[in-house]
């Protein structure tokens, strides 16, 4: 069984690497509820909210129109819960209630929702279509705001849009662009001033194609690309200020970093191991060492983290379904969260 777990906090955004000759899915990564208490996982159209602390589901929640995975997030005061189906539409719950609150469809003629963030405010949304559009709306009031339309992927071209993070304070939006793994003059990644809808940073090409999450400090955006690598991005700068290459990565056997997470007090960011070695990597960012190596129930590739309130634990997704949680010091699995699907 697949097991997918997917969730949102505020800073962090979406991103997953997906075939372009198929309707485009991103999913925001594994994180906890910006308090700490809650979990989402999903499987075969179905959505889990678990309670951490009790190891239980509180709720399970059906997505319309689809059955596999969905894609669900938490809004970053954790009050929403979204999920994109696979009918193309974006479903928003309330977390408290349970009820279904919004049904978002994308605005252009034909398309689809591939994916969405919340701004850490929850006043804006963002959505994706597969037409490589990026759509900002006033949640509350369910009007769209503003199409933004830097560059317009055309049908010879290979590259996608892989991803999409919104910076701590929401002034700034990031898109990843992925070359899947070929050369492309397109730039990594695109950097929009929220309020003026303006482009105000480009990554070079060839660095995006994977997870992208801006630092706590909203000083560093980090960029994983189609090779296994991570660029941090000084933003002041505007420039490169390191690039975390993977130690297995000797020429081949890499793929697309599909996740990058900052912990919360910036001290450390972890990436899944795109060299295949069933692990997740744990970098200090400042230094650019890897600091631990958690492997042995990790899932191949595992594109699904999200680190503790306090730093000290990582949540990934299990080899053998559902997540583990991690004592990150220790590198040993201290719980693990599975639940089977009912539907």
Known sequence: MVFAVLAIAAGVGTFLLVNRSAPVRFGPPITLSPDGKLLASADNGQVFVWDVAGHRVLATLTVPGSSTAAQPAFSPDGALLGAVSDDGNLYVWNVATRRRTAVFADPGSGGEISGFAFSPDRHTLATFDSGDYVYLWDISHRRLLARLAPFRVNSSDNNVLSGAAFSANGKLLAISLSPFGQSSSMPGAVIWAVATHRIVGKLPPDTGGGGLAFSPD??????????????????????????????????????????????????????????????????????????????????????????????????????????????????????????????
């Not at 909203?218 to 505007?238: E, I, P, R």
């Not at 042995?296 to 309130?309: C, E, K």
């Open 218 to 343: 909203g000083a560093t955006l980090a960029l994983g690309d189609d090779f296994g690598n991570v660029t941090l991005w000084d933003l002041a700068g505007k420039t490169v200020a390191r690039t975390l290459k993977d130690s297995a990565n000797t020429g081949g056997g890499c793929y697309g970093l599909q996740e990058v997470v900052y912990s919360p007090d910036g001290t450390m960011l972890a990436t899944d191991d795109g060299c295949a070695n069933d692990s997740v990597l744990v970098w200090d960012p400042r230094s650019g060492q890897q600091t631990a190596v958690l492997s042995g129930q990790t899932r191949l590739g595992a594109d699904d983290l999200a680190f503790s309130r306090d730093s000290k634990m990582l949540f990934a997704g299990s080899s053998v379904g559902g997540v583990d949680r991690w004592d990150i010091g220790a590198a040993t699995v201290t719980a693990t969260f599975a639940e089977r699907s009912t539907g």
